[in-house]
């Protein structure tokens, strides 16, 4: 079944009861049993609600995967993932992420005995320099956010083969229209389901997929012990969303190229970051492991000015200044300010992540007003 077909079929049928085309939104709590122990499915809506299970076998579907699980939030999800090590275990992340997944690493999970190590994930020797017996985890996230750096998910796996680590892909940013790190080897596929996922910025999700039973099973005990789930509603929004995710991301892929080629050939930008660029590095190994390059970028102003980074920001008429991302209406945001505040500057500063740097979120509008928008914000 082809992507399309999936986005809009997979995981989901008619309701038995009425023949609802769309999957109907199960607002229960608590589900009758005929005697105890005797049900059809479903006992309790925190362990199991029929809406949230069309969505986690949609999203499994989507990611060539065979268990989804779905959470309040990406940082619920990101929480489930980290609550499968124990004291004493290390993780080898990338240096360039998002700056809440660096908070409840250093500030949440450290404090319970797990070392993290911070590294440039797209230099091999440097992820062998951290590789022991205590590593556990792998964390990559790419594109990475904000640089939109590009890490090898196939070479972060073969460095794994010889250890008893996972490799954990967030893939919030490609979604699996554009990459599917479960192909490539990975062991759990993260994603913000705020993002683009959903796709209309009107609900807060997280999500894992995994292939392995075994692992899925602990995540399956660590979802319904900690609770923190997904309403139905949300899970109606998301599904409802999902139906046109390959649409939408085919014009923000279309979108981001002609406002990256833009900023690119324009006087007062120093440098655009964005992985379809031929000239970035990582540009080869995105297309080998990408279908298309999408709609997030950053770029940086010439002289480096936090105040001009601030002025074309506070210009702006179309991009809208907010956090978050992937909806079909088009963000600009300052990292070093809003979604990677948490960083230290010091530890921003070596993955690149300046003062001044402007990230964007390409919407769906047309380009044209997008391009329009940017000319009269820089000047």
């Avoid at 022991?132 to 750096?149: D, R």
């Avoid at 102003?301 to 601030?310: C, V």
Wanted: proline share 4%.
């Amino acid at each position: 079944m082809k992507f399309g077909t999936k986005a809009i079929h997979a995981g989901v049928a008619p309701d038995p009861s009425t023949g609802a085309i769309m999957t109907p939104i199960y607002q229960t709590s608590t589900y009758v049993q005929s005697s105890p122990g005797k049900h059809k499915g479903f006992e309790y809506a925190r362990t199991q609600n029929p809406t949230r299970l069309a969505l986690e076998n949609n999203l499994a579907a989507l990611e060539n995967g065979k268990h989804g699980r779905c959470f309040g939030s990406g940082m619920a999800a990101i929480d489930a993932i980290l609550k499968l090590l124990k004291p004493g275990d290390e993780v080898i992340s990338t240096n360039d992420l998002y700056g809440g997944t660096y908070r409840i690493f250093t500030k949440v999970f450290q404090n319970y005995g797990i070392k993290f190590h911070f590294v440039p994930m797209n230099d091999a020797s440097k992820i062998k320099e951290k590789i022991n017996a205590q590593t556990k985890l792998f964390w990559v996230e790419t594109p990475t956010n904000p640089m939109m750096s590009i890490v090898d998910i196939q070479q972060v796996v073969d460095l794994a083969k010889n250890t008893e680590a996972m490799v954990v892909v967030d893939n919030t940013f490609a979604t699996p229209y554009l990459q599917n790190p479960l192909d490539l080897g990975a062991d759990i596929v993260v994603h913000s389901i705020t993002k683009y996922l959903g796709g209309h910025s009107d609900t807060v999700m997280g999500s894992t997929v995994v292939k392995d039973d075994a692992l899925d099973e602990k995540l399956a005990f660590i979802q319904n012990s900690c609770g923190a789930v997904p309403g139905p509603q949300d899970c109606f929004l998301v599904l409802r969303g999902i139906k046109t995710l390959h649409v939408r991301m085919q014009r923000h892929c279309e979108n981001g190229r002609k406002v990256a080629e833009y900023l690119k050939g324009h006087s007062k930008v120093a440098q655009v970051y964005w992985p379809g660029l031929k000239d970035l590095p990582g540009y080869e190994i995105a297309s080998q492991q990408m279908r298309d390059f999408g709609g997030m970028l950053s770029f940086v102003l010439k002289g480096d000015s936090i105040e001009e980074a601030f002025k074309v920001l506070e210009n702006f008429k179309l991009f809208a200044l907010a956090e978050s991302l992937g909806g079909v209406e088009s963000l600009a945001g300052h990292p070093a300010s809003m979604t990677h505040a948490s960083i230290p500057k010091e530890e921003r500063m070596k993955a690149g992540l300046t003062d001044s740097l402007i990230r964007l979120s390409v919407g769906i509008e047309e380009a044209e007003d997008l391009i329009a928008d940017l000319e009269q914000a820089i000047g």
